[in-house]
């Protein structure tokens, strides 16, 4: 029978609180290192239920309306190739249903741009107005845990703060990372 892990559960107030960075950063290093995973709780405007219903709302559609939204690969006539719908496919080492969203709030890419920027930089293909506010809003949410979270690994490895972030801000407002 597997073994099943306690997480230890982190405060996100305790961590935004910026006291006792380095004891914090390396109990997280110690829980990623014993287990690999974290349990942050109390996270100010996250309602788990209300994400729940978003991502019912949007995977019970029908497999038709969801390819409106599939990557190009899905959907040759889809202009998206980096985020959107991916849909089960049999015999692929991945099978799951599975969307990729990422930060709409930067400049698009340039049509010259590299991969890796189209990736970062690729608009959302949204199926609603509601769906999109949810998850834009759940995105944000997730992404200010990321980088606290980060931000403590890095001072636990005895790095800087930005060690594992600052890519992710240089230039613009802030980059994919999710």
């Known amino acids: 029978m597997a073994e099943i892990a306690d997480l230890k559960s982190f405060s996100y107030s ?3 609180n910026k006291e006792n960075k380095t004891i914090l950063g390396r109990e997280i290093v110690n829980e990623f290192q014993k287990v690999g995973f974290l349990r942050l709780v109390d996270i100010p405007d996250f309602d788990d239920s ?4 978003s991502i019912k709302c949007y995977y019970e559609r029908s497999k038709q309306e969801k390819m409106k939204f599939a990557l190009k690969r899905f959907a040759e006539n889809n202009k998206n ?3 959107g ?3 089960l ?3 692929l080492p991945v099978f799951k249903e599975q969307t990729d ?3 709409n709030s930067i400049a698009p890419p340039a049509e010259n741009a590299p991969d890796y920027e189209k990736y ?3 608009r959302n293909n949204y199926s609603s107005e509601k769906f999109q506010k949810s998850i834009e809003m759940f995105y944000e949410i997730y992404h200010k845990c990321a980088v606290l979270i980060l931000e403590h690994l890095a001072i636990g490895i005895d790095e800087k703060e930005d060690f594992f972030t600052r890519v992710f801000f240089e230039g613009e407002k802030d980059q994919h990372l999710s």
């Not at 209300?50 to 219903?53: K, Q, R, Y």
């Open 14 to 16: 305790t961590l935004a």
């Open 50 to 53: 209300e994400l729940l219903e």
């Open 81 to 83: 190739e980096y985020r």
């Open 85 to 87: 719908y991916m849909p």
């Open 89 to 91: 496919v049999k015999n």
């Open 101 to 103: 969203f990422g930060n």
């Open 120 to 122: 970062i930089k690729e």
